[in-house]
């Protein structure tokens, strides 16, 4: 571990990151699945289902069954890899069924952990001459590391990796799949194919790539597909600016809810979805200012 990092609380957690609770602690209120031990009327009735039932849970309470089993699993499994490393077991348990924590040095002092390490650098000097088991049964092997004079090889992503990590961003996808869509409604409104149209299906095509590895929220997806269509619709519906005003709502909301993003992920930026709507407010406003001067404009035959 490096210093000034700490490890533990691998307690299990549910999606939407509410954990279970640690055994010996109350449960989350609201959470289903749970007894509800923070209403004193409810705690009643379930100890009174407990001595009705002869068990330890009121009936029909599949969740805190469902619940154990979880962290029964994965405190067995914490345990059997840290004895299997030689690590500290007990410790392992803990940090699922407890969510214990600890400092580097804390690790490293009750056997978490072997060593501390800074950099590279110090890392490679103090795993020299250490000993590691490869494999397991009949096929484990010791082998001594040596890497006191080992070269350091430095592997980055070449120019194709990086364009596709670039397109998997969510600010990237968001704006392909606009400018994507503008791209096409221009080239409908002129005859034959041009630059735009193709421009316009190659950037929807991209973002199309970034939103299938993203986590996508179809409600946000629908809403920004809803913002286009009004943005269509007032060309051809007289609503003095209530499908271009709806639109601009369901396109900043949409966009700020495309991307369901777990921890650890990144969402769709205010900052480029606020400049999208400034952008569209005007284009529409700038079309729909054409469409008033034709319209008021005095017939010169007939």
Known sequence: MAPGTRIGAAHPVRIGGLPFSPPGQP???????????QDPSKAEENEQG????????????????????????TVAWAKALAQRHGRNAQWAAKAVSESATLTAEEAVAQGVVDLLAAD????????????????????????????QDAVVREVSMW?????LAILSQPNVAFLLLIFGFYGILFELHSPGWGVSGTLGLICLLLSFFGLAVLPVDY?????????????????????????????????????????????????????AVLPVAAATAVIVVFLM?????????????G
């Not at 120019?159 to 364009?163: D, H, P, Q």
């Not at 008033?292 to 017939?299: I, K, Y």
């Open 219 to 271: 409600l946000g997806l629908a809403l920004i597909l809803t913002a286009l269509g009004l943005f269509v619709a007032e060309a051809f519906v007289t609503s003095f600016g209530a499908l271009t005003v709806a639109g601009l709502v369901c396109l900043v909301l949409g966009g700020l809810m495309l991307v369901d993003s777990p921890a650890g992920f990144s969402r769709v930026s205010l900052a």
């Open 120 to 147: 590279l650098d110090e890392l490679l000097e103090k795993l020299d001459g250490r000993q590691v088991t490869i494999g397991q049964g009949s096929a484990a092997a010791e082998r001594t590391l040596r890497t």
């Open 50 to 73: 407990k001595e009705k039932s002869g068990r330890g849970e009121p009936p029909g309470s599949s969740g805190s069954a469902v619940e154990a089993k979880l962290v029964n699993d």
């Open 27 to 37: 449960d989350i209120p609201g959470i289903e699945g749970q007894s509800d031990r």
């Open 159 to 163: 120019w194709g990796e990086r364009v």
């Open 289 to 301: 200012a054409g469409v008033v001067r034709v319209h008021l404009r005095r017939a010169r035959t």
